[in-house]
């Protein structure tokens, strides 16, 4: 198994997203960050919604980016505002991060 820890960040696209795929509208969206550029970081999208993905749903989708919690670890949830130069008021954001390893044979 791999020793390798890396941290999956999630949070609510407010106006949807550009990348990997373009949404029109809220969604939720979890990347793991590593070395490279961003752009190339696994990221996963769920479907335009502004509900929260339920663990299993957040597991499910970091197995298909070839991750897994890491032993012990659990989600910790953040409160911050967004951004004031958004074209909405100015709102609560939820930012979830956990740390997380590679599956075998996965994608990091």
Do not use: N
């Not at 509208?25 to 993905?53: H, K, L, N």
């Not at 339920?54 to 919690?69: K, M, V, Y």
């Amino acid at each position: 198994m791999s020793k390798q820890i890396f941290g999956a960040q999630m949070s609510l696209r407010c106006c949807g997203t550009t990348k990997p795929e373009v949404t029109t509208g809220p969604c939720w969206q979890v990347f793991v960050a590593m070395s490279g550029r961003v752009s190339e970081w696994p990221t996963y999208t769920w479907p335009t919604s502004t509900d929260v993905p339920t663990p299993d749903q957040r597991r499910e989708a970091l197995s298909e980016l070839g991750f897994a919690l890491a032993e012990g670890a659990a989600w910790e949830w953040t409160e911050d505002t967004g951004p004031e130069y958004h074209p909405h008021p100015v709102r609560v954001a939820l930012l979830a991060a956990v740390k997380v390893r590679p599956l075998e044979g996965g994608a990091a």
